[in-house]
């Protein structure tokens, strides 16, 4: 069992700049790897970044590679989403997630979710 936690959303500017914490409970948490998915009023829930249990594999959806970036601290059990540049279309409710699928991108294939925290972002 793992839970998760996620914490330092807000309100902030187009061009600003947040930082995502999530932290894990569980002994376990380097072998799963962990997502960010986010999910805007209305739409479904969408894959953001995710990064292997080790570390050394990130991905990113389109829409935030270059502007985001996702790492981890095994010996804290914690998982970070830098995010800069953002834009109005960046609003959402952010989520992070754990899997031992090595599937990462895929939502479906993550066991474990976050309460979620919102992000918002003014033009």
């Known amino acids: 069992q793992v839970q998760l936690v996620e914490s330092g959303g807000g309100l902030v500017q187009a061009g600003g700049s947040l930082r995502l914490s999530c932290a894990a409970s569980g002994r376990t948490f380097s072998s799963y790897a962990m997502g960010w998915f986010r999910q805007a009023p209305g739409k479904e829930r969408e894959f953001v970044a995710a990064?292997?249990?080790?570390?050394?594999?990130?991905f990113y959806a389109d829409s935030v590679k270059g502007r985001f970036t996702i790492s981890r601290d095994n010996a804290k059990n914690t998982v970070s989403l830098t995010m800069n540049s953002l834009k109005p279309e960046d609003t959402a409710v952010y989520y992070c997630?754990?899997?031992?699928?090595?599937?990462?991108?895929?939502?479906?294939?993550?066991?474990?979710w976050g309460q979620g925290t919102q992000v918002t972002v003014s033009s």
């Open positions: 990064i292997s249990a080790s570390g050394d594999v990130t």
């Open positions: 997630a754990a899997t031992q699928s090595t599937t990462i991108r895929v939502r479906t294939k993550y066991d474990y």
